[in-house]
């Protein structure tokens, strides 16, 4: 699966709160289907098939330990998507230190256009 394709399927599989549960619970320790589907009014086949969506994004993987078959949490997807994500956090920082330099400048002119003076250490201003 090409990265794109593997990004689009983590997002898909992380837009299910059901699936972000599944996750969670992972993220904990390795999980059989039936211990997977303890805390959700579903049945098994249900949660098989969230496993499945999860499988496909590279998120879970089964693995076969004697008569169990336990599913354990893959976090590379995570970390890719992380990675994505954290452009745009970039930016969102940036946005915000701006906003922050036009609210000082705004703060330090009154409503008459004029520069306010800075209050003294003792808190009397002007």
Partial sequence: M???????ATFAALADPTRRAILARLAAGEATVTELAAPFAMS??????HLRVLE???LVSRG?????????LEARP??????WLANYRDYWVESYQRLDVL???LQSVDHTG????P????GTGG
């Fill in 2 to 8: 090409a990265d794109t394709e593997l990004l689009d």
């Fill in 44 to 49: 098994q086949p249900a949660i098989s098939k």
């Fill in 56 to 58: 496909r994004a590279g």
């Fill in 64 to 72: 076969r330990d004697a008569q169990r078959r336990p599913c354990r």
């Fill in 78 to 83: 995570l970390r890719d998507a992380t990675a």
């Fill in 103 to 105: 609210l000082d400048e």
């Fill in 114 to 117: 004029t520069e306010r003076r």
């Fill in 119 to 122: 209050a003294r250490p003792n």
